[in-house]
C-alpha cells in the first residue's frame, strides 16, 4: 500500500425523518465519518411562561474513527406558533449545558455557528431547546416543533 496524505472531507447533513450517514470513501468495512441519529422529538407539552431550556429535539452524532468538527446547524421552526413566544433557541449537549444559542430569524430559522469539536470514536447528543418568554399569555394553546435541517461538518481522516 502506498503512503496517503490526510485529507478533509466536508459533510452536509440534511435530517428529514432517516438516519444519515456522510463518509470519505475508503477501504474500511465501517467508514470514518460523522453518524447522524434520526432526531427525537418529544411528546408534546404545555409550557410555563418564563421556562428555560425546554426540549423540543435530540440528535446523536459520533465521530467514527476520526475527529469531527461541526461547523454549523440550521434548526427550523414548524407549528401554528409565533417567534416571539422563544427567547432563546439553544443547543444543549448531554449535561444540559449550552454548546450555542442563537434566535429565530424572519424565516423562522436559526443558524448556530459555534464550532462544536466530537473526538475520535465518541458520540454526542444534541438537544435543540428553548427559553421561553415571560408572558406566554398571547401564545395560548399554540403548538411548535424544531427541526434540525443541516449540518455541516468537516475532519481529518488518515487513510492508510
Known amino acids: ?3 496517503r496524505k490526510l485529507f478533509a472531507i466536508i459533510i452536509s447533513v440534511p435530517i428529514l425523518s ?30 410555563p411562561s418564563g421556562a428555560l ?8 452524532l459520533t465521530a467514527r474513527g476520526t475527529d469531527i468538527i461541526i461547523d454549523s446547524i440550521t434548526v427550523v421552526k414548524s407549528g401554528a406558533s ?29 443558524h448556530f455557528t459555534d464550532p462544536i469539536y466530537i473526538p475520535r470514536d465518541t458520540t454526542l447528543r444534541l438537544t ?23 449540518i455541516a461538518a468537516h475532519g481529518y481522516i488518515p487513510v492508510h
Not at 431550556?53 to 446523536?60: A, C, M, Q
Not at 435543540?128 to 416543533?145: C, H, P, W
Open 1 to 3: 500500500m502506498s503512503k
Open 18 to 47: 432517516a438516519s444519515c450517514i456522510a463518509y470519505a470513501q475508503t477501504n474500511h468495512v465501517d467508514p470514518p465519518g460523522l453518524v447522524v441519529t434520526t432526531p427525537i422529538q418529544p411528546q408534546s407539552a404545555i409550557v
Open 53 to 60: 431550556h425546554v426540549p423540543f429535539t435530540t440528535v446523536d
Open 82 to 110: 409565533d417567534n416571539e413566544a422563544f427567547d432563546d433557541i439553544l443547543l444543549l449537549d448531554s449535561n444540559g449545558e449550552v454548546v450555542s444559542e442563537g434566535s429565530l430569524d424572519d424565516d423562522n430559522t436559526v
Open 128 to 150: 435543540v431547546a428553548t427559553n421561553m418568554t415571560e408572558d406566554l399569555t398571547d401564545f395560548d394553546g399554540q403548538i411548535a416543533s424544531f427541526t434540525i435541517t443541516n
